[in-house]
C-alpha cells in the first residue's frame, strides 16, 4: 500500500529553485536524507511481537539535524526563538518537497517514525539539541518574504478540520487521519497528537498536532446537517450522507468531507 503522501505528483521544475533560494539547506537536508535513510534501515527489523526496535537516534541523524537547524536560519526559514514546533513544521514540509523531488523514501518514512510515532520524545530531543546549538549562534535573522520560498514551502494542510465518527479530516485536501492513529491530548493545548500508531501509514502533509478550536463537530438532525464553509464561515445546510460534497452558496468554495 502506497503510503499517502506518494500520491502527490513531482514538480521537478521547482528543484532549480529550491537550490537558489535556499542553498544552503539544499546542502544540509542531503546529508538529512542519508542518515535518516540508514536510520530507517536499521530500525526496520522488528522484535518477535512485531514491534519496532525503539527509537534511534544514531548513524549521523542529530548531527543532520543540528545542521539542518543552521541552515534553516541562514536561508531565514526560521529564527533563533523558533520554538521546536515550528522546527519541526517547517523540517517536514522541506523533508515532504525534497522527496518530491526524486528522493528517498526511506528517508521520509523515519522522519515519520521519528516525529509522529514518537513525537513525545523525539520533541525533547530536538528541544536539547536546538537549546544548546542557540548558546553557539548569534543570528537575530527574520524570516524571509521571498514570495518564490513562501510558493515553494506552501502549506500542505488547510486550518479547517471536521470530526467524523471515523477521526478527522482536512475540509480542504484529503488528509483524513483514523481514530486509531490520534492520541487526545489537554496540555498544553486540548487537541489531538497525530502517531499513526495503528496503521503506520506516515502521512507528511499532516501536522504533528491539530488544537480542538480548529475540528468542527458537523450539526446533524432530522437528515440534515449543518457545516461550516472552510473559506467563508458561512454555516452551510445540506442532506446527511455518509460522504458529503458541499458547496457554499455565499462564496461558491466546494469540498469534501466525511461524516
Not at 78 to 100: E, G, N, P
Not at 152 to 181: A, R, V
Amino acid at each position: 500500500m502506497a503510503y499517502p503522501f506518494e500520491t502527490q505528483s513531482p514538480k521537478q521544475a521547482e528543484l532549480s529553485l529550491f537550490k537558489t533560494k535556499l542553498p544552503h539547506i539544499t546542502a544540509s537536508i542531503q546529508e538529512l536524507f542519508r542518515a535518516m535513510s540508514v536510520s530507517y534501515r536499521s530500525i526496520e527489523q522488528k522484535d518477535i511481537f512485531g514491534n519496532y526496535g525503539g527509537l534511534r537516534r544514531d548513524n549521523g541523524f542529530e548531527t543532520a539535524l543540528n545542521l539542518m537547524w543552521v541552515a534553516m536560519l541562514n536561508d531565514q526559514i526560521i529564527q533563533t526563538d523558533a520554538d521546536v514546533l515550528t522546527f519541526i513544521s517547517k523540517l517536514r514540509v522541506l523533508c515532504l518537497k525534497w522527496y518530491l523531488f526524486g528522493n528517498s523514501l526511506d528517508s521520509c518514512l523515519f522522519f515519520g517514525y521519528f516525529f509522529y510515532l514518537f513525537y513525545s520524545q523525539s520533541k525533547f530531543i530536538v528541544r536539547d539539541q536546538i537549546r544548546d546549538l542557540k548558546m553557539l549562534i548569534d543570528n537575530d535573522n527574520i524570516v524571509t518574504q521571498d514570495s518564490a520560498i513562501k510558493s515553494l514551502l506552501e502549506p500542505t494542510h488547510s486550518s479547517s478540520w471536521y470530526q467524523s465518527e471515523l477521526g478527522i479530516g482536512d475540509k480542504l485536501t484529503n488528509i483524513f487521519i483514523s481514530n486509531l492513529d490520534l492520541v487526545k491530548v489537554e496540555l498544553p493545548l486540548p487537541g489531538y497528537q497525530i502517531t499513526f500508531q495503528h496503521s503506520l501509514q506516515y502521512d507528511l502533509r499532516a501536522p504533528n498536532f491539530i488544537s480542538r478550536d480548529l475540528i468542527e463537530t458537523p450539526s446533524k438532525k432530522d437528515g440534515k446537517v449543518i457545516i461550516s464553509c472552510p473559506s467563508c464561515a458561512q454555516r452551510c445546510r445540506g442532506k446527511l450522507f455518509t460522504h458529503l460534497e458541499m458547496t457554499c452558496p455565499k462564496c461558491s468554495q466546494t469540498w469534501t468531507q466525511r461524516i
